[in-house]
Structures are given as C-alpha cells and as structure tokens.
C-alpha cells in the first residue's frame, strides 16, 4: 500500500466518528480561546527557551510502529523522536544526520556511511555501527512487515560495520547511484539495538531532537528536548505538544485560537485562512495516480488512455484540488525536487480535438474507483469527472470507498483490481516509483502493466552513475511512460503549512519523513 | 339493501366533515405556509431537470459569493449551489418519501392485525415492535446501512423497517379504541371475514391516525436521510444530497457560506414544513 502522507483521511466511514464528535471539538474549540495561549499539560516542565511547539495532528491509525507503521502521523510521532542516517531537504539536497558523510565504492558495489561522531540516542548512549546494523536486519529480514523493506529489495546483499568500527557498509547487489536517498525514506530511522519495533513506544528510545514524554492513544503526544541530539544547540524549542484532530474544521477552529501553531493547507484551509497567517511551502510530497488496468477494457486500448490525458485541465487540478500548492505532471512519475528531469516530451494540456482525433465518435463510459475523505482523492475524482465529462466523450461514475474498502487486504482489493483507480503515491525516487507501479508483477502495479523495454531501461539507470547517460535514460523512460500512459500523473503536491503568530524561523527540510521532521531554527513566544 | 343505504349515507356524512375539515386547514396560515414549502421542494424534485439545471458541471467560478451571475453562488468545484439544492430535493423525497410510505404501509397493516387479533398475535408483535422500539434508530441505521450498503433501495427499505413498529403500535392502539365499537360487531355478526372487516372497517376509521403518523414519520425520514448522507454513509458524491453536500462543504463555512447554509436552509424548511403540516391535521382532524 502506498504511503498516506498528508492528513488521512476523515469521511467515509470513519466519518460516523469523527463527524459525531464535530459538535464537541466545535464547543471545546471555540471555549478554549481565550485560554489557548497556554501550552497545552505536558509541556509545562519544558517551558524555557524556545518555548514548546502546539502541533495538531491527525489520530495515527494503527500502531506507533518505527518500522512498521505506513501512516504519515504515526510517522510524524516517530520521527520527532528518532532520526534517520540521512536527510532531504526540499530542493531534493541530500543532508547529514546520524551519518556525516558517504561514499561510493569505486566498483559502485558498496556505499561506506560514516556515523556523526557525536550521535546519541536519548538514553545518551551513543550511536554505533551496530544499532544501524541492527535496524537493517530488521527491515531486511526475511518476516520483515516494514513497507521500507521493498525499496532495498533486490539492491542491497549485505550491512556490515566498517573496518574502523565508525561507519557502516552497505553491500549492494547492482549499482545504485541514488542509494543514499533510500537511506532518507520512512521507517528507516536508526533504533538501538536490540528494541523491539512493537514496543518502541513503551519505550520509545531515539537519536531524534526530541524526548517522547507521554503519549495518549487518540489524545496526544508530549516531547522534551533531547540534549543527546547530535546537533542540540540547533534546536531551541523546549518540547513539543501534539494534540490530535479527527476533523478538519475542529483542527482550523484550534489553529484560529492559538491552541496550536501550525496547519496543513487545502482548500478548505486556505480559503478560510487566506494571507493572513505565515505560509510556509517545502517539498514535494505526493501525487495521486489515475491508474488504468491496462488488461481491462476499454483501457487495453492505449488511444483511450491518451484521449484521457489529453483532456485533463492540469493547472485546474493543480489549483482545485492541491489549492495551487503544487506543480503540474506529465504522466511521467518524476517528482520536480528530482536531480535528473525527463526533457523532450509535449506537456500534456487540455486538448478537446485531440481527444476526439484519439476517439472519434466513441463516448467511453467507466467508474472510477477511490476512497472519500479530505485526502485529495474525492475532490480529484469529482473533479476529473467534471472535466472528461465536459468533453462529451467520456461518461464518467464515481465509486467512492471508505479507506479501510479501498485498501482491503484481500485478492480482489479495489485498489489493485478495479479498471481505473486513483491512489496517492509519496514521494519517492523515480527508479523506486518504477519497481513499485510499473515493474512487472510488482505487487502494487495496480496498472498490470508490463514493458520488457522499460524494464530493462530502468536497471540501465539504476545502475549508471555518468549523469549524460543518466539524462538519456531517463529521456527514453519518460517516453515509454508517457505513450503508454499506464498512470496518470496530472500534478505534484508539495508541503505547505500555516504557521501561528507566535512562530519564528522556518523549518528547514519542510515536516516530512523524508526531512527529519527537522525543528531546528524554530522558536515559539507562548 | 338496507346494509348498502346505510353505507352510502356514511360515506356522505364522512364527506361532509371532511370538507369542513379541509376549509379549517386552509384557514390556518402555519398549514398554508407548510404546505406551499412542501409543495415547492416537491416540485423542485420533480422539475429541476425541465429547467436546464446541472448540479455537476463546473461553472469556471470556484466559490463564488451569491448574486445576479450565480443567484445562490457556487462551491468550491464550482458548481452551482442553486442547482444542487434544487436537485438535492430529489434525493430527499425519493428515499424520505417512499421509506416513509413503506413504514406506512408495513406499520399499519401490522397494528391493524395485532388490534383486531390481540391475544398472541398482539403480545408477539408489540414485543418484537418494543425491542425495535426502544435501539437508539440513527445508531440502529448505522449498523444497518453498514451491513447492506447505502444504495437507494436499500435506503428506502432500511427507514422502512426502522419507522414501521413506532407507526404499528400508534395504529394498534387506536385499532383497540375502534374494536368496542358496534360497526365491527355487526361486521362480525354479518358474518364478514377478518381481512374483510380490517380492511374495508377499521382502516377507513384509522385512516386519519395513519395520515398523521405517515407525515410526521415523513419529517423523521428526510432528517434521518440527510444525517445518514452527513455521516457518509446515504448518498456518495458527486451527489447533490442535502446532507452530503453540509458535510462536504462544512470546512468552508468561513469562508463560503453559502455552499452550507442554503443546503441547510432546504433540509430545515422540509423537514419542518412536513412537520407542521402534520401538527395541523392532528389539530384539525381531533
């Protein structure tokens, strides 16, 4: 199952919830006002410095899991407490963490990461080759649940500690000139060894910049300062105290009244909020894929599959659905941060006649399938209904799922089986995207689609480290993908937050997974 | 032949009550009021499509203020809130409507037979009517809607069976008040059969406790369609359902008030006009 990291979703059936406990967190909300400069309990200990951060967050589903979890808010309650070797910043820049530095091996096989000599974990015992030895047979081991375990299937052979006892090498099966970006991705954070995945949050030991204090299944969560951080002095806030909202407008009303200092735009958001608060845009974080099963009719016709491209108003979705927080796509799944950029394709744009050029007469008639909620996916798909309808030759229904149906983990899961689909994909390298959505028999290609070119085009990239060679490759990728139009991808959605009055600096890597939920520089005037 | 004269003359006597009744009702400005709401959102269900009306499509305006362009403004897909609160009429009535009608119909013939059987007949039926009675019905609803899906006729039939034991044992209670009364012993002594006597007897003389019942359960059942449609679980996008759309647009109520208050403003005037159309032919008609 792909990542969900932007707030989950909240209809459907979750939505007898969280919608019945409206009225509450409206009251409680609008009660809390004029008391809402206080931090929150919890908090109260660590009130010196830079003062404690109010983070509002989705209720994580699921376990707090490190290795495991795939829910973009029980990543966030991980990731303040843990780090990963390496971190992303939003240009795509890749930036030391746990590591301080990284090598290629001169035969491409192996890649030496050398730790932060003054990494700690918070207990204060420090971070040693064999805590990331540790962490990576866990995910690599053969009962891994952890979903980072796909993306080192197949490129690493073997983790072992370096001959100075300071680093580690990663052995690898096949050339991986982007390996060190797999290191930045989520539930790669660097455990002690020995923890159990299953009960780090009773005891929930980390090298991240904060302390986990106190955590509240369906509640919150409460940091301190870890002064073990490899880089304290750069952390000033004093904690950080995380509520979590089951609903969007109990979580604006709270942001309103200062009970907490940031929100995740949307339409919604924005539209409520406007230019009065301080906006802060970071990296790119997701797209959702219109996925055609190219083995079912009408979509085994890749004319139809273009006709739909083609009448896609891109810049329309980029502004309805992501509220102009993102970058337009060319169905080629190549995130815009991404150091090699496909060149030489027609951008895709709104094109009546070329869909009727692609269809003639034919109206096409089909359902596509997602799940509601405020992810995206339900204002997505109304609006692609919008627009292939109003070309007069698409006839288009809408079956919107509850999550939970969506993703069910059986043979026939929507998700993977239905002819067209829509589902949000994190963000990821390209190569990594390929072995996940286009691969043959990957078990997520949810498009079926199988191209022994591509294939091949793929492990030719992987492999290559002369950037001429790379751009080429690359080039002929985007190509096959853009004609063959197995998926979609009409815009990329980058991170964007509201931040409260009393919030200075900015964030440096953005709040994701992928950036370390990096704090450093902020502080707060509660 | 004295039999037939007799029926003829009660029937004749019936009309007349019946005109005063109505020229009461007519009288009283709540009804009138009620009743031209209702109507409205009736013919809004039934006639949105003559006019040209498209609740999907996308005007080119996103969230547009109400005014001459666009007379209740648009939503944040830009399509007309005009057309979809017409349009949301439909979905309203249809599973509001004909799930009230089943209620109707199950509730009735279900306390027309345990008020003239009684006995066991009665005792089982009021039991069962009890224990359905007393399940809390939006939470009864959800556990419902969840097992066997939220398509419309499952809607309907669901508010059917939900509705129906709180009309049987209203209907019951006044088929018990007409049991004593000798039309249906000399129905009995003539040797009528029992369908006979509770179809052709008592439910004329019950019929205005049915109407009653068959309004006000009207009211609950477009309240309960809306909320069931607010908690995601009735009609799925891009449906203009009232309840849907509240729910849908609920997040821009600061900044596009519009897109929730009109829908709002539908449901509430529908669901209260039923209501008070109800009030007034108890009123008038006890």
């Known amino acids: 199952m792909p990542l969900n990291i932007s707030s989950p979703p909240k209809a459907g059936r979750r939505a007898v919830v969280t919608t019945v406990a409206v009225a509450f967190a409206l009251v409680l909300a609008a009660c809390s006002s004029s008391g809402s400069k206080t931090p929150s309990s919890g908090s109260s200990s660590a009130a010196a410095a830079g003062g404690v951060y109010n983070l509002g967050l989705n209720t994580p589903t699921g376990s707090i899991d490190p290795l495991t979890t795939a829910d973009f808010n029980a990543m966030y309650v991980v990731g303040l407490a843990s780090a990963n070797l390496i971190i992303e910043s939003p240009s795509g820049k890749l930036e030391p963490q746990l590591a301080s530095s990284w090598t290629q091996a001169a035969d491409k096989l192996s890649w030496t990461i050398d730790l932060q000599p003054n990494a700690k974990f918070s207990n204060g015992k420090p971070v040693t080759a064999s805590d990331v030895i540790y962490t990576f047979n866990q995910i690599l081991g053969a009962s891994s649940q952890s979903p980072a375990k796909s993306s080192f299937t197949g490129i690493v052979k073997s983790v072992a500690a370096g001959s100075d006892g300071k680093s580690v090498v990663f052995t690898l099966d096949t050339p991986y000139s982007d390996f060190p970006y797999l290191l930045t991705g989520a539930n790669t954070w660097i455990l002690p060894s020995g923890t159990k995945d299953t009960n780090w949050i009773s005891d929930p030991v980390g090298a991240g910049q904060f302390i986990l204090e106190k955590y509240t299944p369906g509640q919150g969560v409460t940091y301190k300062k870890n002064p073990y951080y490899w880089d304290a002095s750069a952390v000033k806030v004093s904690g950080v105290s995380a509520k979590f909202f089951n609903d969007d407008q109990s979580e604006l009303l709270a942001f309103q009244s200062g009970q907490i200092d940031q929100i995740t735009s949307d339409p919604s958001i924005k539209a409520a909020l406007g230019t009065s608060y301080r906006q802060q845009r970071a990296g790119y974080v997701k797209f959702d894929g219109l996925v055609f099963n190219v083995t079912k009719a009408p979509f085994n016709n890749v004319k139809v599959r273009q006709a739909v491209a083609w009448a896609l108003n891109r810049p329309a979705i980029a502004q309805t659905v992501y509220s102009g927080n993102a970058t337009v796509g060319n169905d080629v799944p190549t995130f815009p941060d991404y150091a090699v950029q496909p060149q030489g394709l027609t951008a895709r744009s709104a094109n009546t006649a070329k869909v009727k050029q692609l269809l003639g007469n034919q109206v096409i008639s089909f359902t596509i399938t997602s799940y509601q909620g405020t992810q995206g996916e339900q204002t997505y798909a109304q609006l692609i209904q919008q627009q292939l309808d109003a070309t007069g030759s698409f006839k288009v229904k809408l079956n919107l799922l509850t999550e939970a149906a969506y993703y069910a983990t059986t043979s026939s899961t929507p998700w993977l089986n239905a002819p067209v689909t829509i589902t949000d994909w994190a963000n990821r390298l390209p190569t990594q995207l390929y072995s996940l959505l286009y691969a043959p028999g990957a078990t997520w290609n949810a498009s079926h689609y199988d191209n022994s070119q591509l294939d091949k085009l793929n492990k030719q990239y992987e492999a290559t480290t002369d950037q001429a060679e790379r751009q080429t490759l690359a080039n002929q990728i985007a190509q096959i993908q853009w004609t063959d139009v197995p998926v979609i991808v009409a815009a990329f959605e980058q991170s964007d937050v509201y931040l409260g009055q009393a919030v200075h600096g900015s964030f440096p890597n953005g709040q994701q997974f992928n950036g370390g939920f990096d704090f450093r520089g902020i502080t707060v005037s509660h | ?286």
């Open chain 2, 1 to 286: 032949m004295a039999v037939a004269i007799t029926t003829a003359a009660s029937a004749e006597a019936r009309a007349r009550p019946g005109r005063r009744r109505l020229r009461a009702l007519l009288r009283r400005p709540t009804f009138v009021v009620s009743a031209l709401i209702v109507l409205w959102w009736v013919g809004a269900a039934a006639t949105w499509r003559l006019f040209g009306l498209n609740p999907y499509v996308n005007t080119g305006h996103i969230n547009l203020a109400p005014g001459w362009h666009q007379l209740l403004g648009t939503d944040s897909l830009g399509r007309s809130v005009f057309a979809r609160t017409l349009a949301g009429a439909d979905t309203a009535l249809l599973v509001g409507a004909f799930g009230c009608l089943l209620a109707t119909v199950l509730g009735s013939a279900l306390g027309v037979i345990a008020g003239y059987f009684r006995g066991w007949v009665d005792t089982a039926f009021m039991r069962l009517f009890d224990v359905l009675v007393v399940l809390p019905p939006l939470i009864f609803l959800i556990v419902v809607v969840e097992a066997f899906g939220a398509s419309v006729p499952a809607l309907i039939v669901i508010i059917g069976v939900v509705f129906a034991p709180g009309i049987a044992r209203i209907i019951r209670a006044a088929v018990l008040a007409e049991m004593g009364k000798k039309y249906v012993t000399t129905a009995k002594v003539q040797g009528e059969s029992a369908a006979r006597i509770m179809a052709r007897e008592l439910v004329p003389n019950v019929l205005p406790t049915i109407v009653i019942q068959a309004t006000l359960s009207l009211a609950a059942a477009i309240l309960m369609t809306a909320t069931l449609s607010f908690l995601g679980l009735g009609a799925q996008p891009p449906s203009p359902d009232w309840g849907l759309v509240i729910n849908e647009n609920r997040v821009y109520l600061e900044s596009a008030w519009w897109s929730v208050v009109f829908p709002a403003v539908a449901v509430g005037s529908l669901v209260v006009a039923t209501q008070l159309v109800a009030d007034n032919l108890k009123e008038v008609w006890s």
